[in-house]
């Protein structure tokens, strides 16, 4: 998740890629980049060469489009991407379990919790425009009618655990005609305390976090990407965390445990 390779550092990329693709495909193992979704500047400087490298490129296809994450944006970002050359089974489709506003980011399940059980079937509640199951279905079915390698979504923890998640939408519409999918237990195992995942949510973050599925105290330490520690303090997992002081920008969450130390991405 390079984001973004630019003109100066493509050929970095690249040159990452392939040794990448080299030492994990000797082990057999999968190699993927999440990539910018519309093919703008950031998109060109991801060379046809990695298309090679890759085993599937996962496309971001959020963070655009006017309503946010349209289903025409999703058209837009995958023949982009087709048009360069990525095979289709190499292209799995980003889709958001988030939405925007014109200042602010919301998860799909604070959306459900903050304006009605009818949320799940629109795209547009209180001027938060997102992906309700009708679109996420759309989406999934797309996918499928154009070959594509599958669905990637941003992200697990801001969905439901109910007949209202997205998760179970997609694999309802990717199993419609037969389909067989690998991602049915993540839905129901979401509440399942021994596959609790740790995450930060919501994330993206405005002005308050919190860090689900720790089973201790934790030490935690926010830096930029610099290294530069922002902030740092114990934590429990029951308290909202305040990043109001911390620019906009991309943060390293590192959390540690007993276990040892868990690395986050927080995006602000």
Not at 96 to 108: A, E, I, L, Q, T
Not at 192 to 206: F, L
Not at 208 to 222: C, D, F, K, S
Request: net charge negative; with cysteine.
């Amino acid at each position: 998740d390079w984001e973004y390779p630019t003109a100066s550092t493509a050929w970095s990329f690249d040159l990452l890629m392939d040794d990448l693709a080299v030492a994990l495909h000797a082990q057999g193992k999968y190699l993927t980049a999440a990539v910018v979704g519309a093919g703008d500047y950031y998109g060109q400087h991801v060379h046809n060469a990695v298309f090679e490298d890759v085993d599937f490129l996962n496309i971001m296809a959020y963070d655009g489009g006017s309503p946010h994450s349209s289903y025409g944006f999703a058209q837009e970002c995958t023949n982009y991407w087709l048009n360069r050359g990525l095979p289709s089974k190499k292209l799995v489709l980003g889709v958001p379990f988030y939405g925007r506003s014109s200042n602010d980011y919301v998860s799909y399940r604070d959306l459900l919790r903050d304006y009605g059980n009818n949320v799940q079937n629109l795209d547009v509640v209180n001027g938060i425009e997102y992906n309700g199951i009708p679109t996420i279905k759309a989406k999934t079915q797309y996918a499928k009618d154009n070959n594509l390698g599958g669905i990637m979504i941003w992200e697990i923890s801001q969905d439901v655990n109910d007949s209202r998640s997205l998760l179970s939408a997609i694999v309802e519409q990717m199993q419609s005609n037969g389909i067989t999918t690998r991602t049915t237990q993540v839905s129901t195992s979401l509440v399942d305390e021994k596959q609790q995942v740790v995450a930060v949510v919501p994330n993206p973050g405005v002005n308050q976090i919190r860090i689900v599925g720790l089973n201790e105290t934790a030490h935690v330490n926010i830096t930029d990407l610099a290294g530069n520690t922002v902030k740092s303090f114990s934590y429990d997992g029951t308290s909202v965390i305040d990043i109001s002081s911390l620019s906009k920008g991309l943060f390293i969450v590192n959390i540690n445990t007993s276990k040892g130390v868990k690395t986050l991405k927080l995006v602000k």
